[in-house]
């Protein structure tokens, strides 16, 4: 069954080059490849160009923001299902579409697998999708839509709200899977590694202001003001939480690191001698 892998890139000359490398390694015959770029000046239409032979459908023009563009790439692509993998995103492996399409025929509209989430080099979480998608799970987090393969007729029945800049993605699946009871399976398949890095927004006022007046115009007003009853301070406290986590494994590599160095010595020093350089080293601020 036909894949559309689809890149949105704006601007991305620093990262663009991992992703495409990680598309069209895929051992997986029956995909397509589409970029839409907006029109970047930073050297990315360079790098896509360097590339063209094993791109599909390629387009650089002026777009009104991420999810025009998306919907203008699901427009323009021809497969079944169609997965976003953004600029600085990439497949785990080049075996992930193959592993896949072993679910593809069960005909689900979406098939989500895990995420492995990265920040400055180092992994600081791994998302695993939700056996079922709820309301409830919605209202205090969304599903990987790097880890997500949609068909694109509900794509085509269910543009992304333009009109929105960070949350249409969160709505997609709010209005699909929630509302219209759209099919979903989760599968345990790693499917994307997904870059962190420079994005404070999933916990910016602004995400939290779109989330409420979406929430305002879908659900009925008594479950809306459950909603900011029980969840109105999630996302405040989920960024704590979050750069808490990432804070202690910053920690926990940093010592690693002066064990790593402490090891070198054994051969020269022996035990005592290794004994000693371990207790100077965490002396030094390490412990």
Known sequence: MKVSVITVSFNAVSCIERTIKSVISQRYND???IIVDGQSNDGTIEIIQKYHAYISKWISEPDRGIYNAMNKAVRICS??????MNAGDMFVNP???KQVSLFLDDGFDVLTGCEISTKNGKIVDYVKPPQKATLKHFFVTSISHQASFIKR???LEYPYDEHLKLVSDWKFWLQTLVLDGKSYRSIDVDVCVFNHDGMTYAFSDIGNMERKE???SLLPKDVYEEYVKRYSGFWF???RRYYGKLQ???HIEELKNKLKIAKSYVDVLGFYGFIVVILKIFKSGGG
């Open 79 to 84: 497969g079944e299902y169609c997965i976003f």
């Open 31 to 33: 995909f397509e490849y």
């Open 153 to 155: 007729s509900l794509l």
């Open 237 to 239: 406290a989920k960024k």
């Open 214 to 216: 979406v929430l305002m």
């Open 248 to 250: 202690r494994i910053l």
């Open 95 to 97: 075996l992930v579409l």
